[in-house]
């Protein structure tokens, strides 16, 4: 054999090795997570979707990879963002609002997107909770009942409640949903809503002299990354409007808020993990059902109760599932 001849065979030997390791070498699928919120206020959710992960065998960085986004409560963001992870080619987009989950839907019909919103259906996200179709699915984390209930526990805390403001972002399109399901149970209860109008955080001591002004007697500001980026912020001004308030999410009793009701958040993102987990494994997401909360938490900050001259009534008190001293 002659020695050029040898040479080739020797280096064409050596790189077999090589080529099979690189054909049967497994490909890292990464992830993509839009947050509409900021990172400072509900950084423990993704925590939990990062827990969920862990819990299912996931290793960040070594059989997962996560491309992060947040839109900072900056609602004209989110496109950007989305665009920016489509580009990237994600093997599953998480769109952890259903502004994001609107967004990703326009943006692609080919990527899984695995969705957390308000009224999917409503919205238009998905055909159906039991048979979604398209490329999405999720979880919602309202029904048709909660804002009527969030209504009904602020009125029985508020002695002769008559007048609610809502603090609410036109650019918001599930608002317009909760809106007219907070309007019906309040027109049920004698109360008249009070519309705040809020684009970003620049409006919201306008919106807090305007419910002075109009003499509201408490506020329910509605679920949205705005509002939940800038959860400390609110809360502050309604301390210092001495508006008694119902939240949404427990993140804001935490923060001094005085009550809040409606889903764990936290519960509802560890369980987003195991949509990207089927998904990965090869489900489609129009064969996998929308899934909604069991669960509802009524969370009572008594400090505030009590800075606010409020005695929470013992129904209510017996009904909490967590008590703030």
Known sequence: MRR??????????????????????????RVGFIGGARPTETAHVFEAFRQGLRELGYVEGQ??????RWAEGRLERIPELVAELVRLKVDVLVAANSTVALAAKNATRTIPIVIFAGDPVGLGLVVSLARPGGNLTGLSYFNAQLNGKRVELIKELVPGLARLAVLRNPMVAIHAIFWQETEVAARKLGVVLQSLEVRGPEDFEAAFATAARDNAQALLPLDDPLTLGY??????????????????????PDAGGLMSYGPSFVTLFRRAATFVDKILKGAKPADLPVEQPTKFELIINLKTARALGLTIPQSLLASADEVIE
Do not use: H, N
């Not at 020797?10 to 890292?28: E, G, H, N, R, V």
């Not at 912020?233 to 309604?238: G, H, P, T």
């Open 63 to 68: 059989t997962i990879m996560l491309e992060v």
């Open 231 to 252: 959860g400390s912020r609110i809360v502050a001004l309604a301390a210092s409007s001495r508006l008694p308030a119902i939240y949404g999410f427990r993140e804001f």
């Open 4 to 29: 050029r001849d040898f040479v080739t065979l020797f280096c064409s030997a050596a790189a077999w090795p090589l080529a099979a390791a690189a054909q049967t070498s497994p490909k890292i699928p």
